[in-house]
Every structure is written in structure tokens, then in C-alpha cells.
């Protein structure tokens, strides 16, 4: 989608700070941390939600969450351990409507919260 904020920040019509890229993905820092490390990992191609998802994107997703795991890793979170999320629509707390997985650690991620 020409104006969706995450495909212009994948070609780069927006900055963002970019930590990761190859051919289908993107990963760059949240604008709005939840955690001392929260990096988005936004495929290139344009997919709206997970409820858009076909079999043909499954080696997709596997590719997001294994991007996710190895930035957890670089940021040194992997082994006390990371949350991955991935929003779906409005009520379940989806604010782009691109397919984007969140990988947050750095504090504990206990829920509920205390």
C-alpha cells in the first residue's frame, strides 16, 4: 500500500532506525519502547494483518520470527529471556495494519504486570 507507514519506512521514504534488512525483511528500533530493547520485524511486502496470512507466507512468518530471535541475541536478552508479540486488529492492539512482530526484552515482561 503506497501509503502504509511501514512500507515507506522498508523503502526508505521514511527514516527509522534501521537494524536489520534483507530481501524480505525489515527490522528497526520502536519509536515508542515498552522495553529497554523493542525492535519491530515488518515484512518488506505489504500484508495487512495475520488473518491475511496464506500458506505461501509461511516460510515468511518463520523468517520474522527467526529475525526477532537473533536480534534478541545481538541485544543480549536471548538468555534471560524476550517477549515476541504480534498485534492483531484494533482490539487486539494493532495500530499498523502491516504484519509486524514485536521483540521486547531488556526488563522483566511478567503479565500481569507486578
Not at 4 to 10: D, V
Not at 44 to 55: A, E, Q, S, V, Y
Not at 94 to 113: D, E, I, N, T, Y
Request: charged content about 25%; overall charge negative.
Amino acid at each position: 500500500m503506497a501509503d502504509c507507514l511501514f512500507c515507506k519506512i522498508a523503502r526508505k521514504e521514511i527514516p527509522a532506525k534501521l537494524v536489520f534488512e534483507d530481501e524480505d525483511v525489515v527490522a528497526f528500533e520502536d519509536i515508542n519502547p515498552q522495553a529497554p530493547v523493542h525492535v519491530l520485524v515488518v515484512p518488506k511486502r505489504h500484508i495487512p494483518t495475520l488473518n491475511d496470512l496464506t500458506p505461501e507466507d509461511d516460510a515468511l512468518v518463520g523468517k520474522l520470527a527467526r529475525v526477532s530471535a537473533q536480534l534478541a541475541a545481538e541485544r543480549g536478552v536471548a538468555e534471560a529471556g524476550w517477549r515476541s508479540v504480534v498485534n492483531v486488529n484494533r482490539e487486539g492492539g494493532q495500530l499498523v495494519f502491516h504484519v509486524h512482530m514485536h521483540c521486547m526484552g531488556g526488563r522483566p515482561m511478567f503479565w500481569p504486570p507486578g
